[in-house]
C-alpha cells in the first residue's frame, strides 16, 4: 500500500459528474467542480440518462460548467430520442462552444420493453461525423472486462474498433480493480490496430453496497479479497474509505508506471476520494 507520496509526469486527468435531481445536489456540484479544478483537469464529463430522462439537466449542468470557463463534455445516446432531436441537442452543443462529447449506445430504459431500436456508439459516432466534421472530439467507451452483453472478448473489441472507424478520437474504460484485465486488453485492442489512447476509467471506493450491485450489473468484477475486505469493515466508514484510498492510488500508479495514457475518475459527485487519491499520486495540480 502507498504511504508515502509519489510523482508522476503529470498525465491528462479527467473528472465524470452525474446531472443532480435537487437544487441542494446541484449547488454540491458545483463547488465539487471547483475543488476538484486545482487538479487542473482537462476536461469534466457530465452523464446522460437513459432515455434521454437527464437530457436537459445534463445540458443545463454542461452550459454552466462551460461558462464558467471549463472544458466540458456531455455524454450522449439515442435513447427513445429522435435523429432530428440528437442532431438538435448536438447542434446546440457547437453553438455554445462545446467540442467534445462522449458517444454512447446507452443501455435500454426501463418501461420501453424490446420495442426500441438501440443504435450503436459506432452508428453514432459516424452520424456526428457526418453532421459535424471534425468539430468535437469524440470519446467512446471500452470494456476491458468486457461488455456483459458482447457475445465474445474479440467481437467486443470488433466492436470498440468500429467505433474508431467511424471516427471516435479516444475510449474512457469500465472500471475495473485489476489492472491485468486493463493492460491485457489495450494489448488486445493494439494487435488489433486500434493506436488511439485507451484511458483508465477509475471508481473510487466509498460504499461497498452500492459498489456491488453495480458491478455485478455493469459487468466490473470486484476481486474476492477486496470484496471480502470491504465486506468486513461493516459500517466502519472511515477504515473502509482509507482502504478504497489506499487500494486505488495503489491501482492508479501501477496504471501510471506501465502506460496508461491518463485517468478519467467516476466522482460520483464527490471531492474527497478523488482528491486523496490524487495527492497520494503527487498529482496535486501545483
Ligand atoms: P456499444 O459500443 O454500442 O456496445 C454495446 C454492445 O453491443 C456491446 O456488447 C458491443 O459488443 C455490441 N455492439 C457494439 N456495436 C455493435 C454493432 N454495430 N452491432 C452489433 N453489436 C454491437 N450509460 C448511460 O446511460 N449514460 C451515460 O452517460 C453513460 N456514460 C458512460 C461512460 C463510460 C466511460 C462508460 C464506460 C459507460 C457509460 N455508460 C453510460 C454505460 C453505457 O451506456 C452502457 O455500458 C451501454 O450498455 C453500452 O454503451 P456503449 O456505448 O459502450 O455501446
Redesign the pocket.
Known sequence: MSDTEVTHEIPPISF?FFPPKTEQGRAKLFDVRRELSGFNPEFFSV????GGSTRDNTKNIVTSIHNEGAQVAP?L?FGGDTETAILQLLGDYQAAGIKRV??????MPSGMGSSLQMV????LVALIRQHFGDHFHI?????PEI?????SFD??IQ??K??FDAGANSA???YFYNPDAYFYFVDACAAQGISQPIVP?IMPITNFKNLARFSDS?GAEIPRWVRKRLEGFGDDQASLSAFGIDLVTDLCETLLDNGAPGL?FYTMNQTEPCAAILTNLGLNGI
Do not use: W
Not at 452523464?47 to 437513459?50: E, F, I, K, R, V
Open positions: 465524470e452523464t446522460y440518462g437513459a455524454h445516446s462522449v458517444a454512447l449506445r446507452g443501455d450503436y456508439a459506432n452508428q470519446e467512446v467507451a471500452a470494456y461488455h456483459p452483453e458482447s457475445k467481437s467486443d466492436y470498440l468500429a467505433k474512457i474504460t469500465q476509467g455493469c478519467h
